[in-house]
């Protein structure tokens, strides 16, 4: 059996997974929560991923028993994210130099698509990833997650709304308090809807909405607009993806995927394409977790010999899905089996 560690410190989140041949063993996270009003500070993020890190880490390795030298290898998400969050991801580097171990590096986007996959058990669907930090549909193509069918061209949703929430004093995180404000809205106000070719744009709509709350339109209409023109946005390039591909397995991943108005929205148009829906699991979807990491990294990334020297890993604030090769794709162990 191979034991993989990983950890994830992209942004809010400093999370800690073990996986084996078994799928994911542990996936224990410590969310960064802003006081209200106020979004992510990187380095105070950063701060927070110091002082739990620690404990995190001892706490897993105690509840399967085993210690650290038992671990084949250390996943940690490299990238992308924001700066001093993912600079804390020093555990790994400083685990896999001490303990000679092989150190794997994981792209944040891919573990979240890869754990949804491994999740619903779907071999090659059209992925609608949504979080804080994403927003794309996309497909596998040739040796990477290269066919992307559309994405944002500014704000990821999750971000967009997230901001929005705040700045009319929603409670963090912001999507799900959203959401809730929008069930007790009746009326649809006409937004701005910007769906560019196969792209989509959010901060027209922010905006908009925004100035809605400061002439007095009554917040919970303005919620319930914003929630349904942002997810048909979304909707429309999902559909479009499934008619240009013929695809028959929709996979919902990312923080947002658990909005229970966007699933209703997606099982709608899967049915009218005949495809099956499959939605990552509230554990995974989390929003960011270890668990993500530490099955990515190793059963699929270390298994295809993917390693980096912990000298030469340095975090990518910047790093597109589109570019990481995914050698492992159409050989998942958990079809093997
Ligand atoms: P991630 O980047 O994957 O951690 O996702 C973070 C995003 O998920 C943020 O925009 C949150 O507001 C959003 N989120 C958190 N909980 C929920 C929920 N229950 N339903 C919908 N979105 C959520
Ligand atoms: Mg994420």
Same mark, same amino acid.
């Given at each position: 059996?191979?034991?993989?560690?990983?950890?994830?410190?992209?942004?809010?989140?400093?999370?800690?997974?073990?996986?084996?041949?078994? /799928?994911?063993?542990?996936?224990?996270?410590?969310? !960064?929560?802003?006081?209200?009003?106020?979004?992510?500070?990187?380095?105070?993020?950063?701060?927070?991923?110091?002082?739990?890190?620690?404990?995190?880490?001892?706490?897993?390795?105690?509840?399967?028993?085993?210690?650290?030298?038992?671990?084949?290898?250390?996943? &940690?998400?490299?990238?992308?994210?924001?700066?001093?969050?993912?600079?804390?991801?020093?555990?790994?580097?400083?685990?896999?130099?001490? &303990?000679?171990?092989?150190?794997?590096?994981?792209?944040?986007?891919?573990?979240?698509?890869?754990?949804?996959?491994?999740?619903?058990?779907?071999?090659?669907?059209?992925?609608?990833?949504?979080?804080?930090?994403?927003?794309?549909?996309?497909?596998?193509? /040739?040796?990477? !997650?290269?066919?992307?069918?559309?994405?944002?061209?500014?704000?990821?949703?999750?971000?967009?709304?997230? !901001?929005?929430?705040?700045?009319?004093?929603?409670?963090?995180?912001?999507?799900?308090?959203?959401?809730?404000?929008?069930?007790?809205?009746?009326?649809?106000?006409?937004?701005?809807?910007?769906?560019?070719?196969?792209?989509?744009? &959010?901060?027209?709509?922010?905006?908009?909405?925004?100035?809605?709350?400061?002439?007095?339109?009554?917040?919970?209409?303005?919620?319930?607009?914003?929630?349904?023109?942002?997810?048909?946005?979304?909707?429309?390039?999902?559909?479009?993806?499934?008619?240009?591909?013929?695809?028959?397995?929709?996979?919902?991943?990312?923080?947002?995927?658990?909005?229970?108005?966007?699933?209703?929205?997606?099982?709608?148009?899967?049915?009218?394409?005949?495809?099956?829906?499959?939605?990552?699991?509230?554990?995974?979807?989390?929003?960011?977790?270890?668990?993500?990491?530490?099955?990515?990294?190793?059963?699929?990334?270390?298994?295809?010999?993917?390693?980096?020297?912990?000298?030469?890993?340095?975090?990518?604030?910047?790093?597109?899905?589109?570019?990481?090769?995914?050698?492992?794709?159409?050989?998942?162990?958990? &079809?093997?089996?």
């Amino acid at each position: 059996m191979t034991l993989v560690l990983g950890i994830e410190s992209t942004a809010h989140t400093f999370g800690v997974g073990i996986a084996s041949e078994d /799928g994911v063993l542990i996936n224990i996270n410590d969310t !960064y929560t802003p006081p209200q009003g106020v979004g992510i500070h990187p380095r105070v993020a950063a701060d927070h991923h110091v002082a739990v890190g620690p404990k995190l880490l001892s706490e897993a390795l105690r509840r399967l028993g085993i210690g650290i030298r038992d671990v084949d290898a250390v996943a &940690f998400s490299m990238g992308p994210g924001l700066g001093p969050a993912l600079g804390r991801c020093y555990p790994a580097r400083a685990i896999a130099i001490k &303990f000679a171990k092989p150190l794997v590096p994981v792209h944040h986007g891919v573990a979240h698509v890869e754990v949804a996959r491994w999740s619903v058990r779907f071999r090659d669907p059209l992925v609608l990833l949504v979080s804080g930090g994403h927003t794309m549909v996309i497909a596998h193509s /040739g040796r990477t !997650y290269g066919g992307v069918f559309g994405e944002t061209i500014d704000m990821a949703v999750g971000n967009a709304l997230d !901001y929005f929430a705040r700045s009319v004093g929603l409670p963090n995180p912001g999507v799900p308090h959203l959401e809730e404000c929008a069930e007790r809205g009746s009326k649809y106000i006409p937004l701005p809807y910007t769906v560019k070719g196969q792209d989509v744009s &959010f901060s027209g709509l922010v905006e908009e909405t925004l100035r809605l709350v400061k002439k007095g339109v009554a917040l919970p209409d303005v919620c319930l607009s914003l929630v349904e023109t942002a997810y048909s946005m979304l909707g429309e390039v999902v559909e479009r993806g499934l008619a240009l591909t013929g695809k028959k397995e929709l996979l919902l991943a990312g923080g947002v995927a658990r909005s229970k108005r966007l699933r209703s929205i997606m099982e709608w148009i899967a049915n009218e394409f005949n495809a099956k829906l499959g939605i990552v699991p509230p554990e995974y979807a989390g929003g960011d977790n270890g668990g993500m990491i530490a099955l990515t990294g190793g059963l699929l990334a270390y298994k295809s010999g993917i390693t980096i020297d912990p000298t030469e890993a340095v975090t990518k604030q910047r790093w597109r899905l589109d570019e990481v090769e995914t050698p492992w794709f159409g050989n998942e162990p958990w &079809f093997n089996k």
